[in-house]
């Protein structure tokens, strides 16, 4: 069996820690420019440098994208920022377009370059191109079958490393290959601007009845045409394996330390479990499924790995999303008292029943005994964004745990779609 790695994506600097700690053997980040996620936090190459080092004295490798379809205008910036990355030493670089690695390959030749799932890398031949010019790593288009990754795998090198994604939000379009955000409103989706179309409510109009919205409707399911529900894949980990993919990757480079490490636990013990013994991966089962709804999610599929999707892989009556669980915040540091130092993610008062997330799978219930500002002074709430607060909690926390608490409104508005990387 080849060695499998778990993928995690990382919005920020606090993500990039939440992730590593919580079972990722790598994750991938995205600068402030060149990378498919304008709207994310995104890093600084201070930060980069910060996160690198972190995570490789934990063992944990980080790949930075770059996976933009440049114009012409982007191209001396992005030699300037290969030549950046190059002093920071990341474990590889993530590009799509021929051009950018092009680039890579001059300013940058030491660094391993992964080829993006925007290459709409879809058959064996595009494989062996890729390697043939020097990438270490492809990432199979979304739109392939668990058979013909397996093909693929046959047709390649032994070295040539197989990444796919296996969990998730999925795009209507084409490997994340999408135009509406531009043609509706000039935000490009190829250049990390997407305004997410796909997850808006559409309409017919016709052409002598201006101002008239005829719903589009099969039944009574409505009209959100585009909605695709999530992929997971967490129950199919032996076909990965034996379809010889090398890297498992969770997509959501805009979500929260919440859901990173809800999921990356999830997925780190259940590719341990099996790893160990696929009976006992078996006999987990529930737990992972348990575990996986305790993060935002728009209902479960399997995407095209076991077959071209139907009808049933869309969500036409909304476009929410199911949110189980409230982030609180995680743990910067214990102080002399023993109190919980965090910065608050949403709010909650002394008295709550909250759970606190380690990154062993434990969740242990704890009380909200004392709440203090960052002055000091006592209060019963944090009705504050961002707001330092410290905590003496019923049961001891120890530094990148996580809190959060279980939400009473399970469905909600629609976060921030992405595709692509």
């Known amino acids: 069996m080849r060695n499998v790695e778990l993928l995690v994506p990382s919005s920020s600097l606090e993500v990039l820690k939440t992730a590593v700690i919580f079972g990722a053997d790598a994750v991938y980040i995205g600068g402030e420019a060149y990378g498919l996620r304008a709207k994310a936090k995104n890093f600084t190459l201070e930060e980069m440098a910060e996160g690198i080092a972190f995570a490789h004295e934990r063992g944990v490798k980080v790949y930075i994208t770059a996976n933009i379809f440049a114009h012409n205008y982007d191209l001396d910036g992005a030699r300037k920022y290969f030549r950046e990355l190059k002093e920071i030493k990341p474990d590889a670089i993530l590009v799509a377009d021929p051009g950018m690695f092009t680039i890579a390959r ?17 058959n064996y ?87 008239e919205y005829l719903p589009i409707e099969e039944t009574d399911r409505g009209t959100y045409i585009f909605n695709s529900k999530d992929l997971n894949m967490v129950e199919h980990i032996p076909e990965l394996l034996d379809a010889g993919v090398d890297s498992l990757k969770i997509e959501g480079r805009m979500k929260t330390a919440l859901y990173v490490a809800t999921v990356a636990r999830t997925y ?22 348990s575990e996986i ?43 002399d008292r023993g109190f ?3 910065q ?46 410290y905590l003496e909690l019923s049961e001891k926390p120890e530094v990148y745990d996580l809190l959060r608490v279980a939400n009473s409104e399970a469905d909600t508005d629609a976060e921030a779609f992405t595709c692509g990387e």
């Open 106 to 122: 001059e300013e940058c030749p030491e660094i391993p370059l992964h080829i993006s799932t925007q290459a709409n890398n879809t």
């Open 125 to 211: 031949v595009t494989f062996n191109f890729w390697h043939d010019l020097g990438a270490t790593r492809v990432v199979t288009a979304r739109e392939l079958s668990l058979r013909e990754i397996k093909e693929i795998r046959e047709h390649i090198p032994e070295d040539m490393e197989i990444e796919s994604f296996v969990h998730g939000a999925m795009c209507i379009s084409y490997s994340g290959r999408c135009l509406l955000s531009n043609y509706f409103t000039g935000r490009d989706a190829n250049h990390g601007a997407c305004t997410h179309p796909c997850r808006w409510k559409y309409a017919v109009v016709e052409e002598k009845r201006p101002g």
């Open 268 to 289: 780190r013990k259940a590719i341990d479990d099996y790893l160990e013994d696929p009976e006992k991966y078996k006999a987990n089962m529930e737990w992972y499924h």
């Open 293 to 335: 709804a305790k993060c935002t999610y728009r209902q479960f599929t399997t995407g095209f790995y076991f077959g071209k999707p139907d009808e049933n892989t869309q969500i036409y009556d909304a476009n929410t999303y199911v949110n189980n669980y409230i982030f609180l915040g995680s743990i910067d540091e214990i102080d």
């Open 340 to 342: 919980a130092k965090i």
């Open 344 to 389: 608050q993610k949403n709010k909650f008062c002394v008295g709550d029943t909250i759970e606190i997330m380690k990154p062993n799978g434990d969740n242990v219930s704890a009380k909200v005994l004392n709440m203090y500002d960052e002055w000091g002074e006592k209060i019963s709430s944090c009705p504050h964004s961002k707001q330092t607060i």
